[in-house]
Nanobody, 133 residues
Framework: EVQLVESGGGLVQAGGSLRLSCAAS????????IGWFRQAPGKNREGVSCISDSDGTVYYVDSVKGRFTISSDNAKNTALQMNNLKPEDTAVYYC???????????????????????????WGKGTLVTVSS
């Protein structure tokens, strides 16, 4: 059974930093793309950043480019370093892992963050990030 456990959320002032961590276990497939998603109150879920070790692709949503950095150790330990946080970053952040289909030949990370693999995904329970102004 795939399990994803997030940690590292909390309350921080605007301009501050937080580091989210995701510990993953139970993968029974080799081609894993993993990433971070967030959902703010009243808004749709958004793919923040995804990374694929198998094809080397990395994706960031435009609003976090230059501020957030994703890293992953074969999808087992994945971190999201968040710097220069803004109030609009306030949301519940979820770690998610996706099994990439064998017949998928495009870039994995943007596809995962864009919802292409939602039917083949595993999700953590989320961690709340609150950024005060």
């Amino acid at each position: 059974e795939v399990q994803l456990v997030e940690s590292g959320g909390g309350l921080v002032q605007a301009g501050g930093s937080l580091r989210l961590s995701c510990a993953a276990s139970g993968f029974t497939f080799d081609d894993v793309t993993i990433g971070w998603f967030r959902q703010a109150p009243g808004k749709n879920r958004e793919g923040v950043s995804c990374i694929s070790d198998s094809d080397g692709t990395v994706y960031y949503v435009d609003s976090v480019k230059g501020r957030f950095t994703i890293s992953s150790d074969n999808a087992k330990n994945t971190a999201l370093q968040m710097n220069n946080l803004k109030p609009e970053d306030t949301a519940v952040y979820y770690c998610a892992a996706f099994e990439v289909p064998d017949d998928f030949y495009d870039a994995n990370a943007p596809a995962a963050c864009g919802g292409k693999f939602d039917g083949r995904g595993y999700w953590g329970k989320g961690t709340l990030v609150t950024v005060s102004s």
